[in-house]
């Protein structure tokens, strides 16, 4: 069995930085695309930024150039460089892997981490 989880979260003051990490852990042979996804109290989840197994990235308009999405394939690890983060950025951060293939052959569709929690404060 595969699993997912994030690390990382905490309290930042705005304009400050955090990193976060995902790391996948079990018998794992490969991952497909990977992404950071967050949901806010009261809000949808949405999604933040992803990255294909071959380092095509994507991300949502209101990360794009303060957030930086990456991964490390032989940790089977994804990154989220998070800069200049505003208090609406406050979320529980996911990590997801949309395919995972196992050493056996099994594929596990649409994994999810248990999140971390982001607060921007002063």
């Known amino acids: 069995q595969v699993q997912l989880v994030e690390s990382g979260g905490g309290l930042v003051q705005p304009g400050g930085s955090l990193r976060l990490s995902c790391a996948a852990s079990?018998?794992?042979?490969?991952?497909?695309?990977m992404g950071w996804y967050r949901q806010a109290p009261g809000k949808e989840r949405e999604l933040v930024a992803a990255i294909t197994s071959s380092g095509s990235t994507n991300y949502a308009d209101y990360v794009k150039g303060r957030f930086t999405i990456s991964r490390d394939n032989a940790k089977n690890t994804v990154y989220l460089q998070m800069n200049s983060l505003k208090p609406e950025d406050t979320a529980v951060y996911c990590c997801?892997?949309?395919?995972?293939?196992?050493?056996?052959?099994?594929?596990?569709?649409?994994?999810w981490g248990q999140g971390t929690q982001v607060t921007v404060s002063s």
């Open positions: 079990g018998s794992i042979f490969s991952i497909n695309a």
């Open positions: 997801n892997a949309d395919r995972i293939r196992t050493i056996a052959g099994l594929l596990e569709y649409d994994v």
